[in-house]
């Protein structure tokens, strides 16, 4: 908030391009409450390269492990980023597949792609199955992206001005009354 209110020159820029793709940033702090150990769980979704929707929301339930509350995120990260090609289907606009997922841990990817169930994960089995059926069908593909370059972060994190610049233009803000 003191961000915001220091930066009241900052507006999003929409530009037009040629891109026709969607892509999700998901993330999760794991039993990041201190007072509930609850996870919370954010994502940013870039609809045709520009931001669309994000949300930050702290899950519902304590995640038993790390690798259950990142399933939790990117699954609600799959979740909005179908929604979002079902309006665009809706409104007759063509959109690239696959989806694009982002995440920054290569275990929870890992385990994604992996058709083994473990007896140690069966805590996540219903949002591994989602997964790895829209991953079967070509809806989605997950790939890595380093921590540094998440923009789901700058929704719950306090960040340091020299990584919150970089993410916050990588939102599309911009000074709105910078000449062109």
Known sequence: MRYLKSNLEKGLFFK???????????????????????STSRYCTYVWGNLGTWRSKKQGVVARSSAEAEFRAMAQGICEGLWIYRVL?????????????????????????NPVQHDRMKHIEIDRHFIKKKLDAGIICLSFVPSNQKTSDILTKSLTRLILEPLASKLGMLDIYAPT
């Open 16 to 38: 037009k391009n040629s891109e026709r793709n969607v892509a999700v940033f998901t993330y999760a702090d794991w039993a990041g409450s201190v007072t509930d150990r609850k």
């Open 89 to 113: 289907e809706e409104l007759k606009m063509t959109i690239e597949l696959p989806l694009k997922l982002y995440y920054d841990s290569k275990a929870a990817i890992s385990i994604a792609h």
